[in-house]
């Protein structure tokens, strides 16, 4: 564990839940300017191995609410983690960058693709604090915009955490993946497969890290 994250009373003052923040997700939303710090490639991302004294790993996926792709993303890593029969190796959350959702369960859409392929969803929706950074070796990001708010949490604080974006890891092209909260079924299917690829890919990389 780390020491106290300096970055705790200046995030949640600004960040969390104001009306600035809400204003600037709007702006965000427009916002697809290369990531420097974690550049995308279409190939599957390497992880750096600076957690191998640990026994343990743990991976926190972030979205924006937390009820849609993230807890899809931590519900599919943990069937394959369980699947491959390394729960003693791995710990598996997920969190939004936005509290509107706060205590929900997973929206029923996401929930009802998850049944379909055999996958547990097992959270409640809840805002990313400074303390996962301490907590977490990996925060996985679904999309630039998470990508950038969880990377200026990081860079704020002594957290050596590792941020990615997750579809660094799909083994098919793309970039991010996309919000499906105000499309179609349908979009929860592909966000699904998108998801499904990139969990498989970033379970390889952290067992031989
Ligand atoms: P998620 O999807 O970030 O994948 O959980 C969303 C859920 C809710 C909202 C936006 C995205 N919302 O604006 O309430």
Redesign the pocket.
């Known amino acids: 564990m780390r020491g106290t994250n300096r970055v705790e009373g200046l995030w949640s003052s600004w960040f969390l839940n104001s009306d600035e923040y809400m204003g600037n997700l709007a702006a965000d939303r427009e916002w697809l300017s290369p990531v420097s710090r974690y550049p995308h490639s279409t190939t599957p991302t390497s992880v750096d191995t600076h957690n191998s004294d640990s026994a343990r790993t743990s991976v926190l996926f972030v ?8 807890p899809l993303a931590e519900g599919i890593f943990n069937h394959l983690v369980r699947e491959a029969g390394l729960d003693d190796r791995f710990d598996i959350d997920s969190a ?1 960058t936005g509290a ?2 706060e205590g929900e369960r997973p929206d029923a859409r996401a929930a009802m693709v998850a049944t379909k392929h055999g996958v547990e969803l097992g959270s409640r929706a809840r805002q990313i604090t400074s303390d996962d950074l301490d907590r977490f070796d990996y925060v996985i990001a ?1 999309d630039r915009e998470n990508l950038r708010n969880v990377s200026r949490m990081v860079d704020s604080s002594d957290s050596d955490a590792e941020v990615h974006l997750l579809r660094e890891f799909d083994e098919e092209e793309g970039d991010e993946v996309p ?1 499906p ?1 105000y499309g179609g079924a349908s979009g929860f299917e592909t966000v699904y497969e998108m998801l499904h690829r990139s969990c498989q890919t970033l379970l390889e990389r952290l067992k031989a890290a």
């Open positions: 979205c924006l609410g937390n009820i849609c792709r993230s939004g509107w959702h679904m919000d909260y």
